[in-house]
């Protein structure tokens, strides 16, 4: 396993407005789109199986994004995925969206929590995510180190 988890996104025609650049909401879509990458890349699951076969969800309960830079279909998008926390039922993610010029277009926190998707109840993390997840934050942090 790579850490940190990148996530590579092209931005498309369908992605921006009127004014000819990604249409505000979808940098929260793309965030998304690299935080499940990273449930299939880091954990060996995306949130369909998880939903559906486990009957957990991660519904998200915090999202924050600064947005510093436009992006055009010109654009492809790298986002680097980090855990900034981890909790008894909760992550806390950090993501950052470079262009591949090295532009930095976006920072978010998004957090989740796992629930059972029945009772909508928070549950503990499970210890074989719980140990993939504290391999990746050190594998992260020594990275950076």
């Given at each position: 396993?790579?850490?940190?988890?990148?996530?590579?996104?092209?931005?498309?025609?369908?992605?921006?407005?009127?004014?000819?650049?990604?249409?505000?909401?979808?940098?929260?879509?793309?965030?998304?789109?690299?935080?499940?990458?990273?449930?299939?890349?880091?954990?060996?699951?995306?949130?369909?199986?998880?939903?559906?076969?486990?009957?957990?969800?991660?519904?998200?309960?915090?999202?924050?994004?600064?947005?510093?830079?436009?992006?055009?279909?010109?654009?492809?998008?790298?986002?680097?995925?980090?855990?900034?926390?981890?909790?008894?039922?909760?992550?806390?993610?950090?993501?950052?969206?470079?262009?591949?010029?090295?532009?930095?277009?976006?920072?978010?926190r998004?957090?989740?929590?796992?629930?059972d998707?029945?009772?909508?109840?928070?549950?503990?993390?499970?210890?074989?995510f719980?140990?993939?997840?504290?391999?990746?934050?050190?594998?992260?942090?020594?990275?950076?180190?």
């Open positions: 396993m790579l850490a940190p988890y990148v996530h590579p996104r092209v931005i498309k025609w369908g992605d921006t407005d009127a004014a000819h650049i990604a249409y505000t909401v979808r940098f929260f879509d793309f965030a998304m789109e690299a935080i499940e990458g990273w449930f299939r890349n880091v954990l060996g699951i995306d949130w369909y199986r998880l939903n559906m076969d486990l009957h957990m969800g991660t519904p998200f309960v915090q999202v924050n994004m600064d947005i510093m830079a436009p992006l055009t279909p010109r654009d492809e998008l790298r986002m680097i995925v980090l855990v900034e926390k981890m909790g008894r039922s909760s992550l806390a993610f950090g993501i950052r969206g470079e262009r591949t010029d090295g532009v930095s277009s976006f920072k978010a998004f957090v989740c929590s796992l629930v998707n029945r009772a909508m109840k928070s549950i503990p993390i499970p210890p074989e719980r140990a993939r997840i504290e391999h990746y934050m050190e594998a992260c942090a020594a990275c950076s180190a």
